[in-house]
């Protein structure tokens, strides 16, 4: 399967650089994911891997051989796309034969991978059928099995799960990886969903405003997010405000804005810089002290409530408490919330403002 | 607000019956989530209560009076589609005040009501903006402003975040809720994804094949679902098929091989065939002590807050639990683990008629 790699790939329109610079990276037989807010960049990206678009500057590299110039056609890509694009005349047979049979691959073969490949999906039952009598899903099985069936190594996924429903796709994300996988085929897979990007990747690289925001695990990510974006994008946080107020013993003393203080690990920065912690809902416990917080409301998740708080220091705090616990909390009620101290990251303030650092659209 | 009242709703389509026999009350000033598969009939629902599609048969009622007859404009229920319908030539303030000029509102009072609602909706900053011109949540806004703008006493909300990014999405449920219960408007919020409705329902009805199949809080839709359908759509679950066995303050359910399970306690007889429903993220796994049965672990993913781990049980196929993600790297793939689950977590239904497996198809 071949590596994949983008050396200071940009697109130009004009004045505008849909993306901007993007180095990456993909190796053999990896599954890495583009994820960003609509406009990133993530899905001219994806194009100019494909071949679909010739990027003004930069190089990509496929197998080890340069792509400028080379057509969709002869890069050995598999691509499949939000807006199912399966022939509505054919049925699922010939749609996922279409590969082999431009080829010109003899017809009992023809018939064999395609088989094959919708064994692999599980519509093997219904290859007889035409697009229009299969749902959604089936038809996004039946896209993947068609772009596979080129036998191409490379799977390019643009927005796969994006038209269906939210059941479906959740159903559909784990299939998606075991079967990239069981094929060891390398993928790139754009979204703007993180809990999807999360579920499906080796590797994901965070996008915003056509530039790379960082790349890492899904683990590295959502545990130790370089950029204070991508700890609010790849999961939910609380960002408190504050400056640093002392260190010691391999900790870190934060103030916020009403004085009261939330211990961190040691995190580099100087006494007197403004700071923003990040910690995750799952991080921050009610506890006989801590910060002085009311409870706006309280959401039943199944497994967990969470409880939406404002601190004393004027700061958004949610906080989770497991679901066998009880409605422990309601609305209006006082209470002290610690941070667990390893858990929390903390970012220098950054100078446009929290809200604009974080912005989602 | 209206309480609004469907009675045997029936609507076909050719051979499809995208109302058939529905049954809903939504009760004046609350936030109801109509949650469904595609093709369950939901917006066919909401399109009936607004007056834009007559039923077949049924009775409409808004405050016990007959409404099957109302035209749109006189029920004061306004819907808002997915795609936000926003005329694009017209700015912000006269997408909203779009109503109220129709209506020949008196100048003052429209004027009054425009202050409001951009207000309402933190626009006031851009009442001279073109649609295109803003961001999909603040297009999603205008939409809001200019159904509630018209004087709505019920709101339609036909998949109001589906044309946003996910997570951005997640962001605005509370503050969409928030809005419109600070409104006190009754609201019919209809929506596929389950997540959204647990979060912003006050009630949430779960429709499938043109029927309400079960009403109820998202602690009692999630804890106790009232099909293997419902156990499997909102939320993932864990099934396993076996003959009740002896009843005490909870049912052990006996499997083929050997094996049994607890759950709550049933109306079943002893002997009877039952599915046993329990949701991954009740499904406890350890590698000490003792479960139901033992497992292998396949596959863990990362997904945040939690490890998905897939396992394959010899016998019974596969499971799936959802476990804090500060497990990771105390579990690896091959290792053996114990499945378990408290009685209380796991509901007992009746074997299907047509099989699991169709049962909890879900589209």
């Known amino acids: 399967m071949p590596r994949v790699e983008l050396k200071r790939v940009t697109m130009r329109y004009g004045k505008l650089r849909a993306v901007d610079e993007v180095d990456l990276t993909i190796a053999d037989g990896e599954y890495v994911t583009i994820l960003g807010p609509s406009g990133c960049g993530k899905t001219t990206l994806v194009r100019i891997i494909a071949g679909i ?6 190089e990509v590299w496929i197998g080890g051989r340069e792509m400028r110039g080379v057509p969709i056609e002869e890069r050995d890509v598999g691509y499949v796309f939000q807006n199912i694009a399966l022939f509505p005349h054919l049925d699922v047979e010939d749609n996922v034969s279409y590969g082999p049979r431009v080829k010109d691959l003899p017809r009992e073969e023809q018939v064999q991978v ?35 069936a080129t036998g191409a190594k490379l799977l390019l996924l643009d927005e796969p799960l994006s038209a269906l429903d939210a059941r479906v796709r959740v159903d559909l994300r784990y299939e998606l990886r075991r079967i990239v996988k069981a094929l060891g085929l390398t993928t790139v897979h754009v979204t703007h969903d993180q809990e999807e990007a999360m579920s499906v990747s080796d590797r994901i690289m965070v996008m915003r405003a056509g530039g790379v925001v960082e790349t890492g695990t899904p683990e590295q990510l959502y545990t130790q997010p370089k950029d204070i974006f991508t700890a609010n994008f790849v999961g939910e946080t609380n960002l408190l405000e504050g400056w640093v107020k002392g260190r010691a013993e391999g900790k870190s003393l934060i103030e916020l804005r009403d004085g009261s203080t939330v211990e961190v690990t040691e995190c580099g920065h100087k006494e007197g810089d403004a700071v923003v912690i990040s910690v995750r809902p799952e991080f921050v416990f009610p506890f006989t002290d801590g910060l002085p917080s009311r409870v706006q409301y309280v959401t039943y998740m199944g497994t967990y409530w969470r409880v939406v708080a404002q601190s004393r220091s004027e700061d958004r705090v949610e906080f989770d408490v497991p679901a066998a616990e009880g409605k422990l909390y309601h609305q209006g009620q006082e209470v002290y919330l610690m941070v667990n ?16 650092a974080v912005k989602l659209e | 607000m209206p309480t609004i009242k469907l009675e045997g709703i029936g609507k076909r389509y050719g051979d499809i019956k995208a109302a058939d026999g529905l049954d809903l009350e939504v009760r004046n000033g609350e936030y109801l989530c109509l949650l469904g598969p595609t093709g369950a009939g939901k917006t066919t629902a909401l ?20 409404m099957n007859e109302e035209e749109p404009e006189n029920r004061r229920a306004v819907m808002l589609s997915q795609t936000y319908a ?34 309402l909706v933190r626009l006031a900053h851009r009442p001279g903006a073109y649609p295109k ?54 609201t019919i919020h209809v929506t596929h994804d389950h997540d959204e409705a647990l979060v912003m329902a006050d ?72 599915v046993v429903a329990v949701k991954v993220g009740n499904t406890e796994i350890s590698k000490e002590g003792e479960g139901f049965f033992e497992g292998r672990v396949e596959r863990i993913l990362f997904e945040g807050r939690n490890l998905h781990i897939d396992l394959e049980v010899g016998g019974l196929g596969h499971f799936a639990a959802k476990v804090p993600s500060w497990r990771l790297g105390k579990l690896s793939m091959g290792d053996k683990v114990q499945i378990r689950w408290s009685a209380e977590k796991a509901s007992v239904f009746p074997v299907p008629p047509g099989g699991l497996e169709e049962e909890l198809r879900v589209e």
């Open chain 2, 203 to 274: 009630r949430i009805a779960v429709i499938h094949g043109g029927k309400i199949i079960q009403v109820g809080s998202p602690a009692e839709v999630f804890d106790n679902p009232i099909s293997p359908f419902v156990a499997n759509f909102v939320g993932q679950s864990n099934f396993f098929v076996g003959k009740v066995g002896a009843k005490r303050e909870a049912t052990e359910v006996r499997g083929e091989n050997g094996r049994s399970v607890m759950a709550q306690p049933c109306s079943c007889r002893e002997g009877e065939s039952v």
């Open chain 2, 133 to 186: 011109e803003l961001s999909g949540g603040m297009q999603q806004r205008t939409a809001l402003a200019r159904a509630l703008a018209s004087g709505a006493d019920v709101l339609l909300l036909d998949e109001p975040l589906r044309a946003l990014d996910a997570r951005l999405r997640i962001s605005l449920r509370q503050e969409l809720r928030s809005l419109v219960k600070s409104l006190g408007i009754t």
């Open chain 1, 341 to 356: 101290r390893r858990a929390a990251v903390v970012y220098p303030r950054p100078l446009e403002g929290i809200a604009e």
């Open chain 2, 86 to 119: 926003l005329f694009p030539q017209l700015t912000v303030a006269k997408n909203i005040l779009f109503g109220p000029d129709i209506r020949d509102v008196p100048d003052e009072l429209k004027k009054r009501t425009l202050a409001e609602m951009l207000d």
């Open chain 1, 53 to 58: 678009l010739e990027p003004t500057e930069g």
């Open chain 2, 47 to 66: 399109r009936i209560i607004s007056g834009l599609t007559k039923p077949d048969k049924g009775r409409i009622t808004f405050d016990d009076k007959f």
């Open chain 1, 114 to 148: 395609a088989k094959r490949y919708l064994e692999l999906v599980k519509l093997l039952d219904k290859m007889e059928m035409f697009p229009s009598e299969l749902c959604g899903g089936e038809q996004q099985k039946a896209s993947l099995a068609r772009a596979l």
